[in-house]
């Protein structure tokens, strides 16, 4: 392939085949290939106007060694179900999700970015009601699809701290809503304060929990974290998204003599923090130097010397490492599939 794969961003880039499978009368399809971006859907679906609809986000790894590994993708799999039951969808049986990421991978080897551009390639297996409904009901007839496509690194600028900005003017999920689930419709209601803090000069939103405005939620579409006396606390809440990233990051902690703390994090704890970050799939560790509460005017300082934190640091150079196949993967998180 001739794509400057060290300058891709964090973007959509076409690849050859995308891979398909429907559900109808009770049941899942075997999987399709398309070469197609496009397909017609119904104009009552009701992915389209009831947001019946979930996603996930995985990526292949391109090792040193020239393998490619996926990351814990049956806990992926677990995931969508979950998002799916929230949204009365069926469930994408998890050997069905397994041999279409699988067969898309494959089918785009091409687009593997190679080890050492910093670049991956980026797996989107996307759940969405297409029968059609007028009354608000769920749908009986189902499309999942996967395609993948590759991406630079989430920062250009690598692991660099970023500034964030808590937002109050806007929810992206309930306490009892969809927040646990991956539905764009959450995507939906956070666009308002990823606007609005991107317009301040900040990179992403923090969401405060809804009811009480007290709590931490989460950074944009990432989990947060803090770190103080040699341990790793993440916000408990009903209405994050358990990120996988997370839930890694927490075992590594874990691993390296850390104690793990995940627990309802009031606002008001974030000045006793040594380091602070967010994490996710895309950018695995964000760290954070600047929170500014855009109500108040009144910030928080991290990385005093610019810097990202060294317990932060070493987790992300140790999930990376795994990742790559580069440091000893002792969870078994990795699969080598080509
Ligand atoms: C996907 C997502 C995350 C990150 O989850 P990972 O499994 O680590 O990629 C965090 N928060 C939200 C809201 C998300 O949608």
Redesign the pocket.
Known sequence: MNLEWSKLPFGYVKTDYNVRSYYKNGQWSDIEISDSEYFPIHIAATALHYGQQAFE?LKAYCGKDNKVRLFRWKD?AERLQHSAKGLHMPEVPIELFYKAIIKAVELNKKYIPPYGTGATLYIRPLLIGTGAEVGVKPASEYMFIVFVTPVGPYFKEGFKPVKIAIVRDSDRAAPLGTGTF?VGG?YAASLRGIVKVHKAGYSSPMYLDAKEKKYID?IG???FFGIKNNTYITPYSTSI?D????RSLMKLAEFMGMKVEKRPLPLDEIETFEEVGA????AIITPISEIIDLDTGKKYHFCKDGKPGPISTKLYNTLVGIQHGEIEDIFNWTEVIL
Do not use: R
């Open positions: 986000g992926n991956k959450n989460e579409a990432a989990n998204l990120s996988i990233t997370n994490c996710g799939t895309a």
